[in-house]
């Protein structure tokens, strides 16, 4: 079993639609949890941070249940401009990252 | 802040030929991270360095890989003898703690290996 699991995708959904992306870990003693979003041959840069009191940040709401070992990421009102590879990073506390799979998006109009 | 500096951004060798990867991480941040990423395995933690020091290599493929990290401001990974298996962008990545704990990676922007 991977240490980090994206739902396996991919999602095509038309403009405006609200998706939602899952991420399980396995690991109970990690850290800090992130998205990344990764564009076509681009490198990934940090979507947002997940709390566990879960954030907001515009049209995207990031979710963490600790119990569970689950993470989400919601997205309203899609964008084109959303289309990319999404992706699930979990941390421990020596310092250690782990990506999921990612899981790839494309918003039609 | 001029970000994760990466050298070369393209690389074709030929198989058995020796690669090296250099990498410019933002100043300030203390760890270090290669990564390498193909459509088969996905994004692959290779190593990665804390103050310089070698934290976890666990994730280099053999012994065919080496990285060093001889100061605060550079890294290298080394391929010797390379092979066609190891095509893949390869990325660099910096962060520094946050209470104690680390934060986000930034990260460069990768080189585009190919072995022939």
């Known amino acids: 079993r991977k240490e980090v699991e994206q739902d396996p995708g991919p999602f095509n959904v038309p403009e405006g639609a609200t998706v939602a992306f899952n991420c399980t870990y396995s690991?109970?003693?990690?850290?800090?949890f992130f998205w990344y979003r990764q564009d076509c041959r681009k490198e990934p840069k940090l979507l947002m941070s997940v709390y566990s009191s879960g954030n907001e940040d515009g049209r995207f709401t990031a979710q963490l249940n600790r119990a569970s070992q689950y993470i989400s990421l919601l997205i309203r009102d899609s964008k084109l401009s959303d289309s990319a590879t999404y992706l699930c990073?979990?941390?421990?506390?020596?310092?250690?990252?782990?990506f999921g799979d990612g899981t790839t998006l494309t918003v039609k109009p | 802040d001029a970000g994760v500096i990466q050298s070369p951004r393209h690389e074709v060798t030929e198989m058995g030929q020796e690669v090296t990867l250099r990498c410019k991480p933002i100043s300030g941040h203390n760890s270090l991270f290669w990564y390498r990423q193909t459509m088969m395995r996905g994004l692959e933690l290779l190593i990665y360095?804390?103050?310089?020091?070698?934290?976890?290599d666990s994730g280099m493929p053999e012994d065919r890989f080496s990285a060093k990290m001889p100061n605060a401001s550079f890294s290298t990974l080394k391929i010797q003898p390379s092979e066609p298996r190891d095509s893949a962008v390869y990325f660099c990545?910096?962060?520094?703690?946050?209470?104690?704990?680390?934060?986000?990676?930034?990260f460069g922007p990768g080189t585009r290996l190919l072995v022939l």
């Open positions: 690991n109970s003693a990690s850290q800090s």
């Open positions: 990073v979990v941390n421990t506390n020596a310092g250690k990252s782990t």
């Open positions: 360095f804390n103050n310089n020091v070698p934290i976890d």
């Open positions: 990545a910096s962060s520094s703690p946050f209470g104690g704990i680390q934060e986000t990676q930034y």
